[in-house]
């Protein structure tokens, strides 16, 4: 495993994408916008009552964190794997003696980097005037950071094998686009899980996308039991597993397909 | 028809550029005070054209010629002086201006890209409100002087550049313009392409009497299509006048060419430079000698003299090299 | 009738470029579709836990959605895809295409409104129509003549508003040339998919008066429930023109800007 290579690799990736960072800044505020109109929808929903015991401060609380993990965990493989095979660019990357997944990873921490670079500042600034209500312990702040970390692996490894697919498929339009509809209904950004109707709740429950974004801000905003966490952590390493299965067996199957039609 | 069609007086374009340091402090100071720069793209450069003529607008990269073309097209304001092009004012850009000139840019296209040619044609046909049968026509009669008919119904990105090039051209004549402006049109391009559009801007020049004005870096460009040229430096127009007499003008030397009866040792520079002379390229029989132009009859006496000389010819420099020598100097 | 025949012109271009970029009519209309459901289920679990929003009952919040799906619709179909020519990624002003646009010797503002065409926004435009349907229906209480009337005004005025607040963001690339200012304008046009009375008290005024994307949806949803009081048409139109001419002449000035420096 080139690692000395794979830093290198990370921190020139990292200064070139700081030149673009206006396009990327355009991008970051696009995706904090959805949770943003959520929370204002939600606040206004629950007025004093609050709904189903979340209060307006609440409210505040989830969405601010839901943006912030939202931007941590968020998946860049379609462009910067996918349309990479799509573009027959991947032998560039085959000739190196650097693992591919490096290039992704690298791309994935500079993105990362120079979003966060604008969206923490402005969360922070929102939480400023909008107070919310965080109240968190020691042992939940632990939780919280195992769950992003897997949140993000999931999230990461889920987009990754959805790239490989453009191995078989020219067009991946359909599929980001259900994908997307999918991830917006059900982990957590439309609502919170526990808002959610019966049944739609059951089925977030099962389904990955809530382990992508949601559960980390549920654990962060005291909403969840310590026996509800630990059944959402193996939900989510289960999932994990399973997309890494995917992405190693499609990897190998795409790879073959692909040296045989020539790149 | 010795109307003028092109009236440039006292043309200047100065460009008010944000001077910025690199880093953040810098980029800080320049919302507070900042801080610009006068850049002078064009001073004071006059010309007129008559309607019909084939000009050749040439110069280093940067010395003003895409700054002038574009000034006289309207896409750009002049800071200062007057210009007249095909009777209208060019940076009013009136609708009955834009209707009688045309322009091609080398590096640019104007095709709709993934559908043939002919779609676009149609929509340019529109857009200057040509009737339908009048497009055909002149669609038909352009593709047959160019000899594109073949190409006509393929989507433009499947095009070889040649053939879009030729499709711009196309494109840039169905309204039939006066006055017709194009910016580096050879650019890229092979060699029987080349003389392909060279033979077609004549051609079509002399049937339609359009006025044509051209950049080129193509020295063949230069001397096979325009009788007249404009060389721009520094913003400044140095040369406007026949494309024989540059050489001549510009250039303060003269080559002699020398052949003699038998092959010469090395020959001594030291001995030529106290005529000013160089000595620019030495082959058995022959050598030539560059001179500075007064002193050419002198020296080619002294040649006379001291060998036994089959051949002598006094001559211009080439263009190129005398062009090359004023961009590269920046000095005559 | 010249513009009638030149839009002609462009729409017949239009469709053969769509159908030769082998645009997937199936794929866009995958996405309309599930640009309806994830606006309907957002809306209906909003309206599990509540049964108004500020005023705003299930009905009347639908119709809203579909005032939004209609706007955008007739966005999609032509100012949209001919301003991102324009000013979106792969910009004419950036690349210097836009030299050529000058040249021709039409309306310059008029040609880069109509040149583009998107076909395909007709299913969202229909889609939109049958949510106003359902709403009207669900509301149980038909819709008089007159409130229709006004409805058809504005509506009117709101595309006409949105044109302008569109036109507007395009213009400023003329002194930003790169910078991405239609996908600013998209995420904060989110923010129309709720009444506007729903955002905290800056918020609404800096939507109502300064960006008027609030009035874009909210005022046409009002009309068809009959809530809309004259004089609240009466300053929608008047915003509407006011800010068309405003934007007209900001797009001028860009051109202007554009003569004195390009190189």
């Not at chain 3, 108004?52 to 179909?77: C, H, K, Q």
């Amino acid at each position: 495993m080139n690692h000395r290579g794979g830093f290198a690799l990370i921190k020139s990736t990292w200064l070139s994408w700081l030149q673009y960072r206006s396009f990327f800044f355009v991008l970051a505020f696009g995706w904090m916008i959805p949770p943003l109109v959520a929370m204002f929808v939600w606040l206004a929903a629950s007025g004093q009552d609050g709904i189903q015991g979340i209060h307006r401060s609440e409210f505040v609380a989830y969405y601010l964190v839901l943006i912030l993990v939202n931007q941590i965990t968020y998946s860049q493989a379609n462009w910067t794997l996918g349309d990479v095979i799509r573009e027959g660019l991947l032998n560039n990357w085959l000739l190196r003696p650097i693992s591919p997944v490096y290039q992704v990873l690298s791309s994935e921490f500079a993105g990362k980097f120079v979003y966060l670079v604008f969206t923490v500042p402005l969360t922070i600034l929102l939480g400023l005037v909008l107070r919310p209500k965080i109240d968190i312990s020691f042992l939940q702040l632990s939780f919280f950071l195992l769950s992003l970390i897997l949140a993000w692996g999931l999230r990461f490894v889920w987009g990754y094998w959805l790239a490989l697919l453009a191995f078989w498929f020219t067009r991946a339009d359909a599929l980001l686009a259900l994908q997307d509809s999918l991830v917006f209904i059900f982990s957590g950004m439309i609502a919170p899980v526990s808002l959610l109707p019966g049944f739609l709740q059951d089925i977030a429950t099962f389904l990955p996308f809530r382990y992508m974004v949601g559960f980390p801000v549920e654990i962060f905003t005291n909403q969840l039991t310590l026996a509800e966490i630990g059944l959402g952590l193996l939900i989510q390493s289960i999932w994990l597993i399973i997309a890494l299965i995917l992405c190693s067996w499609l990897w190998k199957n795409g790879l073959r397909r692909y040296s045989a039609i020539g790149g | 028809m010795n109307e003028k069609i092109i009236d440039v007086q006292n043309l200047s374009k100065t460009y008010r550029v944000p001077q910025r340091d690199p880093g953040i402090k810098a980029a800080l100071n320049q919302f507070v005070s900042a801080k610009f720069q006068d850049v002078v793209a064009v001073n004071h450069v006059s010309f007129e054209v008559t309607a019909g003529e084939i000009v050749a607008l040439i110069g280093p990269n940067g010395a003003g010629k895409t700054t002038t073309l574009k000034v006289l097209t309207g896409l750009l304001q002049p800071t200062g002086g007057s210009i007249m092009v095909a009777g209208h004012t060019p940076g009013k850009r009136e609708h009955a201006f834009l209707r009688v000139i045309s322009m091609v840019l080398g590096n640019k296209s104007q095709m709709l890209w993934d559908i043939p040619a002919l779609d676009t044609f149609h929509v340019l046909g529109e857009i200057y409100q040509i009737e339908k049968i009048e497009v055909k026509q002149r669609i038909e009669e352009l593709s047959l002087m160019l000899e594109m008919e073949d190409i006509l119904k393929k989507p433009v990105r499947n095009l070889s550049l040649g053939e879009r090039m030729k499709c711009e051209l196309v494109a840039s004549l169905l309204h039939r313009p006066q006055v017709l402006f194009l910016d580096e049109p050879t650019l890229g391009l092979d060699i029987s392409i080349q003389n392909r559009l060279r033979s077609f801007i004549i051609q079509y020049n002399q049937r339609y009497q359009a006025t044509i004005m051209l950049t080129s870096h193509y020295m063949a460009d230069i001397e096979r299509l325009c009788s007249r040229v404009l060389l721009i430096h520094h913003g400044e127009l140095i040369y406007d006048g026949a494309l024989n007499k540059l050489s001549e003008q510009l250039s303060n030397s003269k080559l002699i060419r020398v052949t003699v009866s038998e092959p010469l040792a090395d020959i001594d520079a030291k001995e030529w430079s106290s005529f000013g002379a160089e000595i620019l390229e030495q082959n058995h029989q022959n050598f030539t000698l560059r001179v500075e132009k007064t002193q050419a009859p002198a020296c080619t006496a002294m040649l006379l003299n001291r060998y036994v000389v089959v051949d002598l010819v006094v001559e211009n420099p080439p263009l190129e090299a005398v062009i090359d020598r004023i961009y590269q100097e920046g000095a005559v | 009738m010249f513009p009638f025949t030149l839009i002609k012109s462009f729409i017949r271009v239009s469709v053969l470029q769509n159908i030769a970029y082998r645009a997937n009519f199936w794929i866009d209309l995958l996405n309309s579709l599930l640009n309806l459901v994830v606006s309907i289920t957002a809306i209906f679990i909003l309206f599990q836990q509540i049964t108004e929003l500020n005023g705003w009952d299930l009905s009347a919040t639908l119709g809203l959605v579909g005032v939004y799906l209609i706007v955008s619709a007739l966005r999609g179909l032509f100012i949209g895809p001919s301003l991102e020519a324009l000013v979106g990624l792969g910009q004419e002003v950036w690349s210097g295409n836009f030299d050529f646009t000058l040249l021709r010797p039409i309306n310059t503002q008029f040609f880069v409104t109509f040149r583009i065409w998107r076909m395909n926004a007709l299913l969202d435009l229909f889609l939109g129509m049958l949510v106003i349907a359902f709403a009207i229906t669900r509301s149980a209480s038909p819709v008089p003549f007159w409130d229709w009337l006004l409805f058809g005004i504005t509506l009117i005025a709101s595309v006409l508003t949105l044109y302008a607040l569109l036109l507007a963001f395009s213009s400023l690339v003329f002194w930003s040339p790169g910078f991405l200012f239609t996908w600013v304008f998209n995420a904060l046009f989110q923010l129309a998919r709720y009444p506007v009375n729903i955002y905290p008290p800056a918020l609404r005024i800096l939507l109502t008066w300064i960006i008027p994307v609030g009035l874009i949806t909210t005022i046409p949803a009002m009309a068809l429930s009959g809530t809309a009081a004259m004089n609240t048409v009466l300053i929608a139109v008047l915003v509407a023109i006011l800010m068309f001419f405003a934007a007209s002449w900001l797009f001028q000035k860009g051109i202007r800007k554009y003569n004195s420096v390009s190189s």
